[in-house]
């Protein structure tokens, strides 16, 4: 691969890295509020008993659970962006070499 387009690569992969990680720090304030909210409606829901409290406990408990598996998803990508981007590194500094 030519360095030209090891940079490019390079460039695409870093900008990509660069959106998931702004990404995951706004998944990371959504989450950290779902959380709030589903454990504030399990103390609503012990309190109350009602089948209703129950109910939104058991959806807010589902949103939180949902923004959890994004934010792992997030993860994963990143670290495989990095390790693409590692790998590229490695054939730019490679090809360098007399």
Same mark, same amino acid.
């Not at 990680?21 to 399990?42: C, K, N, P, T, Y």
């Given at each position: 691969? !030519?360095? !030209?387009?090891?940079?490019?690569?390079?460039?695409?992969?870093?900008?990509?890295?660069?959106?998931?990680?702004?990404?995951?720090?706004?998944?990371?304030?959504?989450?950290?509020?779902?959380?709030? !909210?589903?454990?504030?409606?399990?103390?609503?829901?012990?309190? !109350?008993?009602? $089948?209703?409290?129950?109910?939104?406990?058991?959806?807010?408990?589902?949103?939180?659970?949902?923004?959890?598996?994004?934010?792992?998803?997030?993860?994963?990508?990143?670290?495989?962006?990095?390790?693409?981007?590692?790998?590229?590194?490695?054939?730019?500094?490679?090809?360098?070499? $007399?």
């Amino acid at each position: 691969m !030519s360095k !030209s387009l090891l940079e490019r690569r390079l460039t695409e992969v870093g900008g990509r890295l660069r959106a998931l990680r702004e990404e995951l720090g706004v998944v990371d304030e959504q989450l950290a509020a779902f959380v709030d !909210s589903a454990d504030d409606a399990r103390l609503r829901a012990l309190v !109350s008993e009602t $089948p209703l409290a129950g109910r939104e406990h058991t959806d807010a408990r589902r949103h939180a659970d949902a923004m959890a598996r994004h934010r792992a998803d997030l993860l994963t990508e990143v670290h495989k962006l990095e390790r693409a981007q590692d790998d590229l590194l490695d054939r730019l500094v490679a090809e360098a070499r $007399p």
